[in-house]
């Protein structure tokens, strides 16, 4: 009888749904760009920016739906994911609103950013509303291959940009980064795969001095990622997409598994595949030179000594030192092109806002990024563990490879920085795995249904009585 | 599945840590290098956010700034009489980079320089806008322009000095350019045609203190002081032994005078007035190299002179023949002394033996005019002594009196010159240079000794010398001190 009531007593307090935390994080997440946005006004001309009004509203707009769909869809999600997205969204904004206001950089990117960040926002609730339930998504690991294969070899079919073939160009409608998108399908699809196969991949092995090999005929669909990953890098030129879903693969693999070896084979197919690649793939050779000597100049048309867009932002991040020059006062418009707003946009954090402010964003990052794999950890299921792992882990692969490259930790790679950088896919498509992350941990976190009364008791009961 | 994934947790908390360190070495143990780093457009778009400081003679700026109407440099510098005091200034390009006093004053009128810290630091409080310190050099307005003005039309230089305290009152050069022209962004096609492979003219190069020219006769001054100094002839209106004619030693050549003139065994006066060949070659080479030298190099020959701007060091050559010492005596050979160089010669007699270093940066101020760094005289030298000097001077007063300088002479005014027409050329086949150096003197002393240099004229040749073409730009130049001195 008392065990009964003790059971009872626990279900019938409410789980704490953090929703609060999240309202008042949000608070900060839209304060502070909009005191950014503030601060790039005072300091262009002096006075405040008369989009001021509009973009505070917007983005609190933004922010209290998404927070209010929360409450109504998400209830118990990961407090943090949303307000940290949210902040990263903003800043974003105000950055490439001000790099808008450098005249050699061409057009303004900021009104567009501001529609695709709405569109994000739409599919992220879109996201909540529609998967009640993340082991949905399981049905499709089937279809979601295919989709990712597809859109992982479409932009073979492109003219590339700037060297890297990572769009697909629709005249008169624009241009899509289906890589963006393919991260979090081809995660779908690894975790639904790896599932069902871990049990023999794991266990079906030998033993080899001290680590156990995997059998031949499991090395197949390894052997079929890092074939693709190398043909990615060899025909789309990319090294950061390349390098992400291989990542990507080795990691869901390993926890699914939990064998080392695996880890240990696939850095050695990755370091062959690389020093393969970069043997005679020119594009791969000119970057790492680039990495090797970031402050060499270079020669166009017999012109000499001109300084390279991995120069300037190594200058950028130099010049901003430990507090920075303070928004809208820094030169990273010297790198010139689109670069600033979309791969380089780290630049302008550094030179404007410091080592200091740099840090904060990088910790933010950092920050998200745990609060998946945290999300992982809780989550009661082999499925939804192995897709948020694949997605926070996705999502870590590319901050590290894209902030990496741009401050010469790593060679460059064409990627943007997710939330922060300028582009339409980018956005939307982090936005759907922040949403998709966010379910999980909804589910997760949900206490147990509290037990239907029970008839057995009801009995008792009634023969009491 | 939770032991991988809290290591997948490590693992991207590492990635997340590398970078972090990364930019903590970027932005803070490579932030000096990469800020400062040549290549780092900020270091110009700083240097030109603000007016520069200006450069001062008499009181008033002969430079300026305005604003840049092209270009993400905002200001740029002007010049006024650009052409003229070129020689003094150099040049402050957006593009070029920076020469003479621009440059070497760059943290002051920048005011980038530390002893502008406490400045740069107010006006951050103040709001005020940052501007550079002030360069107040020693040029004396008129006598450069009574140089340049001599100048024009001809190739040639004028180094002028005040004697007592070694201040450099004109120095121009011609043809000169305006650097005015080449201060901001796009001036390429100005910058073109100062190449001296474009513009045989050369009009950048400063003559007055980077050229040297052979100085001819009238280095014959320093071969009297190393006469008087060494002893060989004490009394300058004793006889000397010197035959006429006189073969170079060690040689069959006859050394010729110019003109027909009594310089057989002619006293130390008579020779320097009709400036006698024969009478200070022999000098030369009685006395030897060595002690030639010995006089020369403490009247600054054969090294340079930071006033502060560098000027080339003049020749006496260190290593020659017994009858290449006697030509190098009358400043032929391989003699060869920039303008600046006569100047300091003739300064040192004028003022009694003593050489004062040659400057031309009286003080260096902040914006506010205060007194950052002021320049006090320096004496370098005493290349003669006192009696040795005077005997000099009416040595040099006879060639302005009676001799070649008469061009020079100044009403009320005593005058001591000498004139020069140096040979140069193979076989001397081009116009030679015309030299004439000279002070003037008071009762206070002689206020400005003056070295005028022009070469390759278009005169006719035998028109050329020292006392027709040189000597009267340098009576201007030394009436514009007086005058002001008055």
């Known amino acids: 009888m008392s065990v009964v009531t003790n059971t009872t007593t626990i279900g019938a307090i409410e789980a704490p749904s953090r929703r609060n935390t999240e309202l008042l994080m949000l608070a900060f997440a839209v304060a502070i760009p909009v005191f950014a946005y503030a601060n790039v006004g005072l300091a262009k001309d002096g006075s405040l920016p008369a989009g001021m009004l509009g973009y505070g509203i917007g983005l609190s707009l933004l922010a209290g739906v998404a927070h209010l769909m929360m409450r109504k869809f998400a209830k118990y999600a990961d407090p943090l994911m949303l307000p940290i997205a949210t902040l990263l969204n903003g800043l974003g904004l105000v950055l490439i609103w001000r790099l808008d206001q450098e005249p050699s950089l061409g057009k303004a990117m900021a009104p567009n950013q501001l529609m695709w960040s709405t569109v994000g926002v739409a599919l992220f609730l879109g996201v909540l509303l529609v998967l009640k339930d993340h082991r949905v998504l399981q049905r499709y690991t089937y279809i979601s291959m295919v989709v990712a294969l597809v859109l992982l070899i479409l932009p073979m079919f492109f003219p590339g940009v700037n060297g890297a073939k990572i769009w697909i160009t629709i005249p008169g409608v624009g241009s899509l980064q289906p890589g963006e998108f393919a991260k979090i399908i081809i995660a779908i699809f690894f975790a639904g795969y790896l599932m069902v196969k871990r049990d023999a991949l794991a266990l079906a092995s030998r033993r080899f001095m001290g680590m156990y090999l995997p059998r031949g005929r499991d090395l197949g669909p390894i052997l079929a990622i890092w074939a693709l990953s190398l043909m990615i890098l060899i025909f789309e030129t990319d090294l950061g997409t390349s390098l992400l879903f291989f990542g990507l693969f080795v990691i869901m693999l390993y926890v699914a598994t939990e064998r080392t ?106 920050l998200l990024i745990e609060r998946g794999i945290r999300t992982a950890l809780a989550a009661r299921d082999p499925f939804g563990k192995l897709l948020a792992i694949g997605l926070s882990g996705a999502f870590a692969l590319q901050v590290f490879v894209v902030a990496g490259g741009v401050t010469g930790l790593i060679p460059l790679t064409g990627m943007t920085m997710p939330f922060l950088a300028q582009g339409g896919s980018s956005v939307i498509a982090n936005w759907a795995l922040v949403a998709i992350l966010l379910r999980i941990s909804d589910t997760a976190r949900r206490p147990a249904p509290a037990p239907a009364p029970s008839p057995d008791a009801e009995m008792t009961q009634v023969v009491r009585t | 599945m939770n032991k991988p994934l809290r290591r997948v947790a490590i693992f991207c908390g590492i990635l997340i840590l590398a970078l972090l360190v990364r930019v903590n070495w970027v932005q803070y143990a490579q932030a000096d290098k990469l800020k400062t780093h040549k290549d780092n457009r900020r270091v110009l778009v700083e240097r030109y956010a603000h007016p520069r400081g200006d450069i001062v003679v008499d009181g008033k700026a002969i430079t300026g700034s305005v604003e840049a109407k092209s270009g993400d440099l905002k200001y740029k510098r002007t010049y006024k009489d650009g052409a003229m005091w070129a020689p003094v200034t150099g040049f402050a390009s957006q593009v070029y980079g920076a020469t003479q006093l621009e440059s070497i004053h760059d943290g002051i009128l920048t005011g980038t320089d530390d002893r502008l810290f406490f400045d740069r630091t107010l006006s951050l409080f103040t709001g005020e806008q940052k501007k550079g310190g002030n360069v107040v050099t020693t040029l004396n307005g008129d006598a450069q322009r009574a140089a340049f003005d001599g100048l024009k039309g001809k190739k040639g ?234 005997k000099v001077q009416q040595m040099m007063e006879t060639v302005v009196k009676d001799g070649t300088g008469k061009n020079a002479q100044i009403n009320g005014v005593t005058v001591g010159g000498k004139t020069g027409t140096a040979q140069h050329g193979i076989n001397n086949d081009k116009n030679p240079y015309a030299w004439f150096i000279s002070y003037a003197k008071t009762d206070k002393g002689s206020p400005v000794a003056v070295a005028v240099v022009v070469e390759d004229s278009e005169a006719a040749r035998g028109d050329i010398s020292g006392g027709g073409l040189a000597a009267p730009i340098a009576k201007s130049v030394m009436e514009a001190v007086l005058d002001r001195s008055k």
């Open chain 1, 261 to 366: 070896s695996w880890v240990v084979f696939g850095l050695t197919l990755s370091a062959a595949g690389a020093v393969g690649v970069a043997a005679f793939a020119t594009h791969v050779q000119s970057r790492v030179n680039d990495w090797l000597n970031p402050l060499a100049t270079k020669c166009v048309n017999g012109e000499c000594g001109l300084v390279t867009e991995t120069a300037q932002a190594m200058f950028s991040f130099g010049s901003g030192g430990l507090f920075g020059s303070g928004l809208g006062q820094g030169y990273s418009r010297f790198i010139g092109g689109i670069a600033p707003k979309s791969d380089y946009i780290l630049a302008t954090v550094g030179e404007e806002l410091g080592l200091t402010g740099l840090m904060a964003i990088i910790l933010l990052y950092g």
């Open chain 2, 157 to 390: 230089a004028v180094a002028a000095l005040d004697p007592r305290t070694g201040k450099i009152l004109a120095l121009a050069s011609a043809p000169s350019y305006d650097p005015s022209k080449i201060s901001g962004m796009g001036d390429a096609e100005e910058w073109k045609k100062l190449d001296k492979k474009v513009n045989p003219d050369d009009p950048s190069l400063n003559r007055a203190l980077r050229q040297t020219y052979p100085p001819g006769s009238t280095f014959k001054v320093v071969t009297a002081a190393a006469a008087l100094e060494h002893e060989k002839y004490p009394d300058i209106d004793a006889a000397t032994d010197s035959p006429f004619p006189w073969k170079l030693p060690q040689s069959s050549t006859l050394l010729p005078n110019d003109g027909n003139h009594p310089c057989e065994n002619a006293s130390l006066r008579v020779a320097l007035q009709w400036s006698c060949n024969t009478v200070f070659g022999k000098i030369g080479s009685d006395l030897g190299r060595e002690k030639m030298q010995e006089t020369a190099e403490k009247f600054g020959f054969n090294s340079e002179q930071f006033t502060p701007v560098r000027s080339n060091a003049s020749v006496w050559p260190k290593e020659m023949n017994p009858p290449s010492t006697a030509l190098s005596a009358i400043g032929q050979f391989e003699t060869a002394a920039t303008p600046l160089q006569m100047a300091m010669v003739t300064a040192a007699i004028a003022n009694d033996g003593k050489l004062m270093q040659p400057y031309m940066v009286d003080k260096l101020t902040d914006p506010n005019l205060d007194v950052i760094k002021q320049t006090d005289p320096v004496e370098m030298s005493r290349p003669l002594s006192a009696d040795n000097a005077q």
